[in-house]
T-cell receptor
Framework: SQTIHQWPATLVQPVGSPLSLECTVE??????LYWYRQAAGRGLQLLFY??????ISSEVPQNLSASRPQDRQFILSSKKLLLSDSGFYLC??????????????FGPGTRLTVL | AQKVTQAQTEISVVEKEDVTLDCVYE???????LFWYKQPPSGELVFLIR??????QNEISGRYSWNFQKSTSSFNFTITASQVVDSAVYFC??????????????FGTGTQLKVEL
């Protein structure tokens, strides 16, 4: 079976500091990978997605970047955090096919507070 | 642009009551997919169901049932005989294929369901 891990679970960072959140998936090969942010008010917004190693697509221009150095590893980064980067960050994966029909499976999330 | 509306921000029921969560969507695609997810207090989103636009049959899974009506662009979710463990935020989502593969889920703002004894 497949599992998805995220760390850290919680993070408190000062404004202007760097950020690195990691997500790994086990039990599948060549998954599609996604980063979402859930701000207060519960809405989830897709930030980045990747269909393969080194392939990153950005959905929303922002202070963040993503990388996929290995098949089942997805990293969310920032060089300088802003207050507005606070939120709950969720990584997700889906089976590798197009068509828009695959359900996405989510990790436990990282709660980021920028002070 | 795709849009999902969950007009009910919060619903409170007493255990064993039936409850329906509403979801209305907007899309220009002729082929699309709809999903429901559950987010318990722990925060992790749990996949509940996927429905494609070609299949308007209602679906039942235990105490859960889903009513998909293309004519009204709605995909409602009913919990029968609710239990305290059903307390969570429920999200409806609409899928859109992305260039080169993958799919983007557009989420509604969620409905907080509270089931009390």
């Amino acid at each position: 079976s497949q599992t998805i891990h995220q760390w850290p679970a919680t993070l408190v960072q000062p404004v202007g500091s760097p950020l690195s959140l990691e997500c790994t998936v086990e039990g599948t090969s060549n998954p599609n990978l996604y980063w979402y942010r859930q701000a207060a008010g519960r809405g989830l917004q897709l930030l980045f997605y990747s269909v393969g190693i080194g392939q990153i697509s950005s959905e929303v221009p922002q202070n963040l970047s993503a990388s996929r150095p290995q098949d089942r590893q997805f990293i969310l980064s920032s060089k300088k955090l802003l207050l507005s980067d606070s939120g709950f960050y969720l990584c997700a994966w889906s089976f590798p096919s197009g068509g828009g029909y695959n359900e996405q499976f989510f990790g436990p999330g990282t709660r980021l507070t920028v002070l | 642009a795709q849009k999902v509306t969950q007009a009910q921000t919060e619903i409170s029921v007493v255990e064993k009551e039936d409850v329906t969560l509403d979801c209305v969507y907007e899309t220009r695609d002729t082929t699309y997919y709809l999903f429901w997810y559950k987010q318990p207090p722990s925060g992790e989103l749990v996949f509940l169901i996927r429905r494609n636009s070609f299949d308007e049959q209602n679906e039942i899974s235990g105490r859960y049932s889903w009513n998909f009506q293309k004519s009204t662009s709605s995909f409602n979710f009913t919990i029968t005989a609710s239990q305290v463990v059903d307390s969570a935020v429920y999200f409806c989502a609409l899928s859109e294929a992305r260039p080169g593969g993958g799919n983007k889920l557009t989420f509604g703002t969620g409905t907080q369901l509270k089931v009390e004894l």
